[in-house]
């Protein structure tokens, strides 16, 4: 019987650039940590455990609309990302590992399959110290893989200036 993993990535620190992103159990224990950015080609992300160890990477391989990302377990890839956008909705395809990527970017929610068997799901989360995205996990093993996944899925929606803003700061200029 296999028991899914919860982890917490805090919504905010998804967006920023060069400050490292820590990943949370269910009780706000650090968990992972999380360097890098994305946006460029040979951008990527690497996952750590909380001592520093190297654990796993994705890379960003190509450019534009519809980008593509590398993933690697210790130094061997394992798969490789091409994203495609409908509508409303994400689709995402890991190969090697043969994985769907369903996402509902209105909602903020995604899946991940291996044929009929959820891998990941990741939610949105409003807790008392902040919005959260929420992963659950199905096996241990698929931990890394789903860290640095969920880090490309909201791409377009997370806001991505490190100036919080501020209420009621609306000026009107006139001629």
């Known amino acids: 019987m296999t028991s899914v993993v919860q982890l917490y990535i805090k919504e905010q620190l998804m967006a920023s650039r060069g400050v490292p992103i820590i990943v949370?159990?269910?009780?706000?224990?650090?968990?992972?940590?999380?360097t890098g950015r994305r946006g460029l080609r040979q951008d990527s992300f690497t996952l750590y455990t909380v001592a520093g160890q190297y654990i796993?990477?994705?890379?960003q391989t190509t450019l534009g609309i519809f980008p593509r990302f590398d993933i690697f377990v210790g130094k061997q890839k394992v798969g490789a990302v091409k994203k495609m956008y409908g509508v409303w909705h994400q689709f995402q395809f890991v190969s090697d590992l043969n994985w769907i990527v369903m996402g509902d970017l209105i909602n903020h929610h995604y899946k991940?399959?291996?044929?009929?068997?959820?891998?990941?799901?990741?939610?949105?989360?409003?807790?008392?110290?902040?919005?959260?995205?929420?992963?659950?996990?199905?096996?241990?093993?698929?931990?890394?893989?789903?860290?640095?996944?969920?880090?490309?899925?909201?791409?377009?929606v997370v806001r991505r200036d490190k100036k919080p803003q501020k209420g009621g700061s609306f000026k009107a200029a006139y001629n």
């Open 24 to 34: 949370c159990n269910a009780t706000k224990q650090p968990q992972y940590l999380v």
């Open 56 to 59: 796993a990477e994705i890379r």
């Open 112 to 156: 991940v399959y291996h044929r009929t068997e959820t891998i990941l799901t990741m939610d949105k989360a409003i807790l008392s110290d902040g919005d959260y995205y929420q992963l659950q996990i199905t096996h241990e093993s698929d931990v890394p893989v789903c860290i640095l996944l969920s880090l490309i899925f909201d791409h377009w």
